[in-house]
């Protein structure tokens, strides 16, 4: 079985540290895949939904916020401000914060506080896309 070593680790804690067969996780320009002897690369990971597939074969799903990715010697490291499991998100406080994000958008900013708001907003509804997989009856769509 052809595997890599991946860790995601954020401000807080070692998100995994473990063998991998695949990883896929956002770029800004698109969704981007890494199977084992990866060639070397560093890039940026944009707000969303990574996906990995353990050396069990059992599938992952996390959200991040966006961060930075390097491949090197069949390891990858994927460092975030944070990380969540599905299953751990609050979905009322995500829908909270998508909504003063949108809100602040509203308002007349600088374009500093623009960019600051919708990374806001970004993370709020890749969090709320994370509930919404593992509780869809909570969501009046």
């Known amino acids: 079985m052809n595997t890599f070593h991946l860790q995601i680790i954020t401000c807080d ?16 320009d698109g969704q981007i895949e890494i199977l084992a002897h990866h060639a070397p690369m560093a890039t940026t990971v944009a707000v969303g939904e990574v996906r990995f597939r ?8 996390v959200i991040v916020s966006d961060g930075i990715l390097n491949t090197a ?7 975030a401000f944070s990380a ?36 806001a907003m970004a993370r709020a509804m890749a969090r709320l896309s994370g509930a919404k997989s593992i509780h869809p009856d909570d969501f009046n769509t």
């Open 84 to 119: 969540e499991r599905p299953d751990e998100i609050d979905a009322h406080r995500a829908q909270m914060a998508l909504e003063m994000a949108r809100e602040e958008m509203q308002r007349k900013q600088s374009i500093v506080e623009y960019n600051l708001s919708s990374a």
């Open 13 to 28: 804690r070692v998100f995994f540290d473990g063998e991998c067969e695949s990883l896929i996780f956002p770029g800004f």
């Open 54 to 61: 353990d050396a069990e074969g059992q599938m992952h799903a």
């Open 73 to 79: 010697d069949n390891t990858v490291t994927l460092l």
